[in-house]
C-alpha cells in the first residue's frame, strides 16, 4: 500500500479538535469593536463563555480573537478516548472509562 493511501486513511479515521483565531482590521470611524452582537470598548476585552472565545479590542478598532478550553489549540484525541466537556474546561478520558485520562498532543 502506498504511503499516500495510509495517510488519506489515517486522517479519515482519526478524531481531531482544532481552534482558530481571527483578526478583524482596524475601523476608525467605530467606537469600540463588536464581537457577536456584544459591544467590546477600544483597548477592552470580551470573553464568550458560551462560544469559548475571547476577544480584544485594539486602540486603533481592531479586534482579535482566540478559543480558549476545549477550542483552545490543535489537538488529537487518540482511538478509544473520548473528550468530557464541562463549560469551556474539558478533559481527554478512556471512551469505556470516564474515570481513567488519556494523553493527546497538541499540535498547534
Given at each position: 500500500m502506498s504511503p499516500l493511501l495510509i495517510l488519506v486513511f489515517v486522517g479519515i479515521l482519526s478524531v481531531r479538535v482544532?481552534?482558530?483565531c481571527m483578526y478583524a482590521l482596524?475601523?476608525?470611524?467605530?467606537?469600540?469593536?463588536?464581537?457577536?452582537?456584544?459591544?467590546?470598548?477600544?483597548g477592552d476585552s470580551y470573553r464568550d463563555m458560551d462560544r469559548c472565545f475571547s476577544c480584544s479590542c485594539g486602540t486603533d478598532n481592531?479586534?482579535?480573537?482566540c478559543g480558549f478550553g476545549h477550542q483552545a489549540g490543535v489537538f488529537e484525541i487518540p482511538d478509544g478516548c473520548y473528550m468530557l466537556k464541562n463549560g469551556c474546561n474539558f478533559k481527554i478520558v478512556n471512551?469505556?472509562?470516564h474515570s481513567k485520562s488519556c494523553v493527546t498532543t497538541v499540535i498547534g
Open positions: 482544532e481552534s482558530s482596524p475601523d476608525p470611524g467605530a467606537d469600540g469593536c463588536v464581537y457577536n452582537g456584544h459591544h467590546i470598548a477600544t481592531s479586534m482579535q480573537c471512551a469505556q472509562d
